[in-house]
Antibody, heavy 121, light 108 residues
Framework: QVQLVQSGSELKKPGASVKVSCKTSGYTFSSYAMNWLRQAPGQGLEWMGWINTNTRNPSYAQGFTGRFVFSLDTSVSTAYLQITSLKAEDTAVYYC??????????????WGQGTLVTVSS | SYVLTQPPSVSVAPGQTARITCGGNNIGSKSVHWYQQKPGQAPVVVVYDDSDRPSGIPERFSGSNSGNTATLTISRVEAGDEADYYCQVWASSSDHPIFGGGTKLTVL
């Protein structure tokens, strides 16, 4: 079955960097775009952007440029999210999600289990 | 920018029908997707493209979309349906998804 398995929780100090992995299985990695979403504690879902798994071209949503980097290792069907210069407000659960498409619309299925990144001194 | 409005909470007794709405300007012209998120878990799509159900999702979950309101209907509600529910559309003009604020379903 299709699975997205993310790396474990991280506790980082302000100013540090973190790299979250999203290992996929059960489907052809290059056939679907990979998206990243964030959920701050007690808040809703926020889309961060996506990466084209064919061209490796990333696209970042407003508010997620500069410190956020999406990358791939196609040899192991894995996507990565790196965040640099971490701030307390980056504390959130980060999700990877496969993007599904049909007739001009897109949705996310499935999602990784989420990675909690806590930024605290 | 396009805004999706959901009620913060909906309460229903077991066995009854829950209806969770998602309001947006002419949302009937868009495709709406619904996610269920149980505490501590990742979201799971329960309805996509207005009214289609992924395999494994019970028939008790259904969706409709017309005018300015899309609705997720959960029939014969069970305690295990207690969760946050989010609606989502794709903003074609800006090529990004838009989520509603979420609705907490409480089973009394």
């Amino acid at each position: 079955q299709v699975q997205l398995v993310q790396s474990g929780s991280e506790l980082k100090k302000p100013g540090a960097s973190v790299k979250v992995s999203c290992k996929t299985s059960g489907y052809t990695f290059s056939s679907y775009a990979m998206n990243w979403l964030r959920q701050a504690p007690g808040q809703g879902l926020e889309w961060m952007g996506w990466i084209n798994t064919n061209t490796r071209n990333p696209s970042y949503a407003q508010g997620f440029t500069g410190r956020f980097v999406f990358s791939l290792d196609t040899s192991v069907s894995t996507a990565y999210l790196q965040i640099t210069s971490l701030k307390a407000e980056d504390t959130a659960v980060y999700y990877c999600a496969r993007r599904m498409a049909a007739a001009g619309t897109w949705w996310f299925d499935p999602w990784g289990q989420g990675t909690l990144v806590t930024v605290s001194s | 920018s396009y805004v999706l409005t959901q009620p913060p909470s909906v309460s229903v007794a077991p066995g009854q029908t829950a209806r969770i709405t998602c309001g947006g300007n002419n949302i009937g012209s868009k495709s709406v997707h619904w996610y269920q998120q149980k505490p501590g878990q990742a979201p799971v799509v329960v309805v996509y493209d207005d009214s289609d159900r992924p395999s494994g999702i019970p028939e008790r979950f259904s969706g409709s979309n017309s005018g300015n309101t899309a609705t997720l209907t959960i029939s014969r509600v069970e305690a295990g349906d207690e969760a946050d529910y989010y609606c989502q559309v794709w903003a074609s003009s800006s090529d990004h998804p838009i989520f509603g604020g979420g609705t907490k379903l409480t089973v009394l």
